[in-house]
C-alpha cells in the first residue's frame, strides 16, 4: 500500500522568505504525484502535478516541486513567499497502474506573517 | 465551464439519523471519487466509480456508508444512523477517463453530527 508523509505540520514564515515543505511517499513502483492547495473557507485545488519527463516541475502562483526518485520525494518550494500564500498544502500520490485512489498525506499549515 | 458542485454545503443531523449528500461532477468526466477530511485523519478515501464498472468501496469505514451514482454522472453518498465520529467534511472529487489523471475537488460538505 501506498503511503505519504509530511513531516512539516505547521511552518510559520515572514512575506518573503523561502519555501521548502516537505513530501515523502513510499510505492515501488510508478507513481503520479500531486500537490494540493486549500486556501482558507476554499476547496482543494491543483497546484501542481508530475506525471513523467522532466522532474522539476512548475505549477501556479510561482511553486514548484522537484521529484527525487531515489529519496523517494516530492518536496515543494517558492521563492519568495506571499501573504496569500497563507493555506494548507496536501502532498498526494496515486499509481497509474493501481486502483486510482489519490492517497494523501495529513497536510502543512502555511503561515505567512506580513 | 462548471466545477465539481456538492449539496448541501452544511448538514447538523442528530444521531442516529440518516443524512444524504449529493455530488454533481464535472460533465464529461468518467470517474468519481468520494473522500472523508477530518480533524486527525487527514483526506481518506472512501469509494470511487469509474463509467459503468462496479465501484471501488474499499474505503468506506463500515457498512452504515453507502453510495450510488446514476447514469454515470449525479453521486449520492448515504450514512445510515449517524455516529459522532461521522462529523468531517464530505469531499467529492472527479476526474476524466485515463488513469492517475487529475482530479478535481468540490467544496464539501461539512456534516456535524450531534
Known amino acids: 500500500a501506498q503511503s505519504v508523509s509530511q513531516h512539516n505540520h505547521h511552518v510559520i514564515l515572514s512575506e518573503a522568505a523561502s519555501l521548502e515543505l516537505g513530501c515523502n511517499y513510499s510505492?515501488?513502483?510508478?507513481?503520479?504525484l500531486f500537490w494540493y492547495v486549500q486556501y482558507p473557507g476554499q476547496h482543494l485545488q491543483l497546484l501542481l502535478k508530475?506525471?513523467?519527463?522532466?522532474?522539476l516541475v512548475k505549477g501556479i502562483k510561482g511553486f514548484e516541486a522537484e521529484f527525487i526518485k531515489s529519496k523517494f520525494s516530492f518536496n515543494l518550494r517558492k521563492p519568495s513567499v506571499q501573504w496569500s500564500d497563507t493555506a494548507e498544502y496536501f502532498c498526494?500520490?496515486?499509481?497509474?497502474?493501481?486502483?486510482?485512489?489519490?492517497?494523501f498525506g495529513t497536510g502543512t499549515r502555511l503561515t505567512i506573517i506580513p | 465551464g462548471a466545477g465539481v458542485s456538492q449539496s448541501p454545503s452544511n448538514k447538523v443531523t442528530e444521531k442516529g439519523k440518516d443524512v444524504e449528500l449529493r455530488c454533481d461532477p464535472i460533465?464529461?468526466?468518467?470517474?468519481l471519487y468520494w473522500y472523508r477530511q477530518s480533524l486527525g485523519q487527514g483526506l481518506e478515501f472512501l469509494i470511487y466509480?469509474?463509467?459503468?464498472?462496479?465501484?471501488?468501496k474499499s474505503g468506506l469505514p463500515s457498512d452504515r456508508f453507502s453510495a450510488e451514482r446514476t447514469g454515470g454522472s449525479v453521486s449520492t453518498l448515504t450514512i445510515q444512523r449517524t455516529q459522532q465520529e461521522d462529523s468531517a467534511v464530505y469531499l467529492c472529487?472527479?476526474?476524466?477517463?485515463?488513469?492517475?489523471?487529475?482530479?478535481?475537488f468540490g467544496p464539501g460538505t461539512r456534516l456535524l453530527v450531534l
Open positions: 472529487a472527479s476526474s476524466s477517463s485515463g488513469v492517475g489523471e487529475t482530479q478535481y
Open positions: 510505492y515501488g513502483g510508478t507513481v503520479n
Open positions: 508530475y506525471f513523467s519527463g522532466d522532474p
Open positions: 498526494a500520490v496515486i499509481s497509474p497502474f493501481g486502483n486510482e485512489k489519490l492517497t
Open positions: 460533465s464529461g468526466h468518467t470517474a
Open positions: 466509480f469509474q463509467g459503468n464498472s462496479a465501484p471501488d
